[in-house]
């Protein structure tokens, strides 16, 4: 985590002075700082960097629509992922500036997801095979000239979409969503009576899969899609259900190596209120929290990790979300709210935040 010191070094002071002395003034008061995707009032998409108040400290112009943001652990350095089916991936340094975009190969586009390897020299991305209908993960070389794709492998399934490191940085974590697309049909799902997602865990080194875990075949259309882990060992993952929303069937599993996959048995009401969609996890830094948003349901939940519920706000079009100090959750929202779960948000004057954020700075 960048913490407040690390950000103002490496912005740079012609970053600093080109600040309003308001801004700076909270940069210099903020405990943390966010990264986010987002659409401008100006109805452009980009990245924008604020502090814990909402307080804008920086924003950077995108190609198009961005999914997800992730972190370089080694250089700190940002990636954002385009929206499936995305075409670019591009990489922000520490005041929001771009440093290099990459464009997906021909045959591939994105998924919006990735992440990097610990040494920060390669990121793994989820793509799609689109003529091949099968999923594929992308290895790109981090170079001090440019980004190079150097291969691929077999994501183990259709649709992959989030993907997560283990903690013991030997495997990919993905979770195949299991729905087919095909970028001359936009983003038509092609494939839903025969969908088969699973969670599987594939080698750093080849791709080969040393697990995978599947729901019950009565829940094949339960797309598996975002992740969230505390220590790389416990996974949780999000489901979106592509029928009818039913308060059968279980949005949220945890997973492991070893333990397999297990759905939490979540209150009815509560399960009802989500809609059939979860739109983004998190889990708390000591893992014994997750909050969940859903964009379709208007509702952030918090369950301790045995699936009690602990909390539950309306809030609409709700879908970012990042781990706050201690138990806390940041949330960011499509109509512009900021602000923790449990307390009043901010109102963003001209900022919509879109599906994931990320912490950047901590205490």
Not at 26 to 44: M, P, V
Not at 194 to 221: I, Q, R, Y
Not at 346 to 360: A, Q, T, V
Request: glycine residues 12%.
């Amino acid at each position: 985590m960048w913490s407040r010191r690390d950000f103002m070094a490496l912005a740079g002071g012609g970053f600093l002075a080109a600040l309003s002395a308001p801004t700076r003034a909270e940069i210099y008061k903020s405990e943390q700082l966010f990264a986010a995707t987002c659409r401008f009032k100006n109805g452009e998409f980009g990245l924008a960097i604020l502090n814990q108040s909402g307080q804008l400290i920086s924003s950077e112009k995108l190609p198009s629509r961005g999914h997800d943001v992730v972190q370089c652990p080694n250089s700190g350095n940002i990636l954002v992922f385009a929206r499936r089916p995305g075409l670019f991936a591009a990489l922000f340094v520490h005041n929001g500036r771009p440093i290099g975009q990459v464009d997906a190969v021909a045959g591939r586009h994105f998924y919006g997801h990735g992440v990097f390897s610990p040494d920060g020299k390669f990121f793994y991305a989820t793509e799609n095979d689109f003529d091949g209908a099968r999923g594929i993960i992308g290895v790109y070389l981090i170079g001090a000239q440019q980004i190079e794709r150097i291969g691929e492998f077999y994501s183990n399934g259709i649709g992959p979409h989030d993907i997560q490191l283990s903690v013991d940085n030997q495997y990919l974590i993905v979770a195949n969503g299991g729905i087919e697309t095909h970028p001359d049909f936009s983003r038509t799902k092609l494939n839903l009576a025969t969908m088969k997602p699973n969670v599987s865990w594939l080698s750093v080194k080849d791709g080969s899969v040393a697990a995978s875990f599947e729901p019950p075949l009565a829940w094949h259309k339960l797309s598996l899609r975002h992740m969230a882990t505390a220590d790389g060992r416990v996974v949780w993952v999000g489901g979106q259900l592509q029928e009818e929303a039913k308060s059968d069937v279980p949005l949220l599993a945890k997973l492991s190596l070893d333990g397999g996959i297990e759905f939490l048995n979540i209150e009815r009401d509560l399960q009802r209120d989500l809609r059939g969609y979860v739109g983004s996890v998190e889990t708390s830094a000591d893992g014994e929290h997750i909050c969940v948003s859903s964009p379709k349901g208007n509702r952030a939940m918090v369950f301790d990790r045995y699936g009690n519920v602990q909390q539950v706000q309306v809030l609409s079009d709700v879908c970012a979300l990042a781990a706050a100090p201690g138990f806390g959750f940041q949330f960011g929202t499509g109509s512009g709210s900021f602000g923790a779960i449990g307390q009043i948000p901010d109102e963003i004057d001209g900022l919509h935040f879109d599906n994931h954020m990320i912490r950047l700075a901590s205490s």
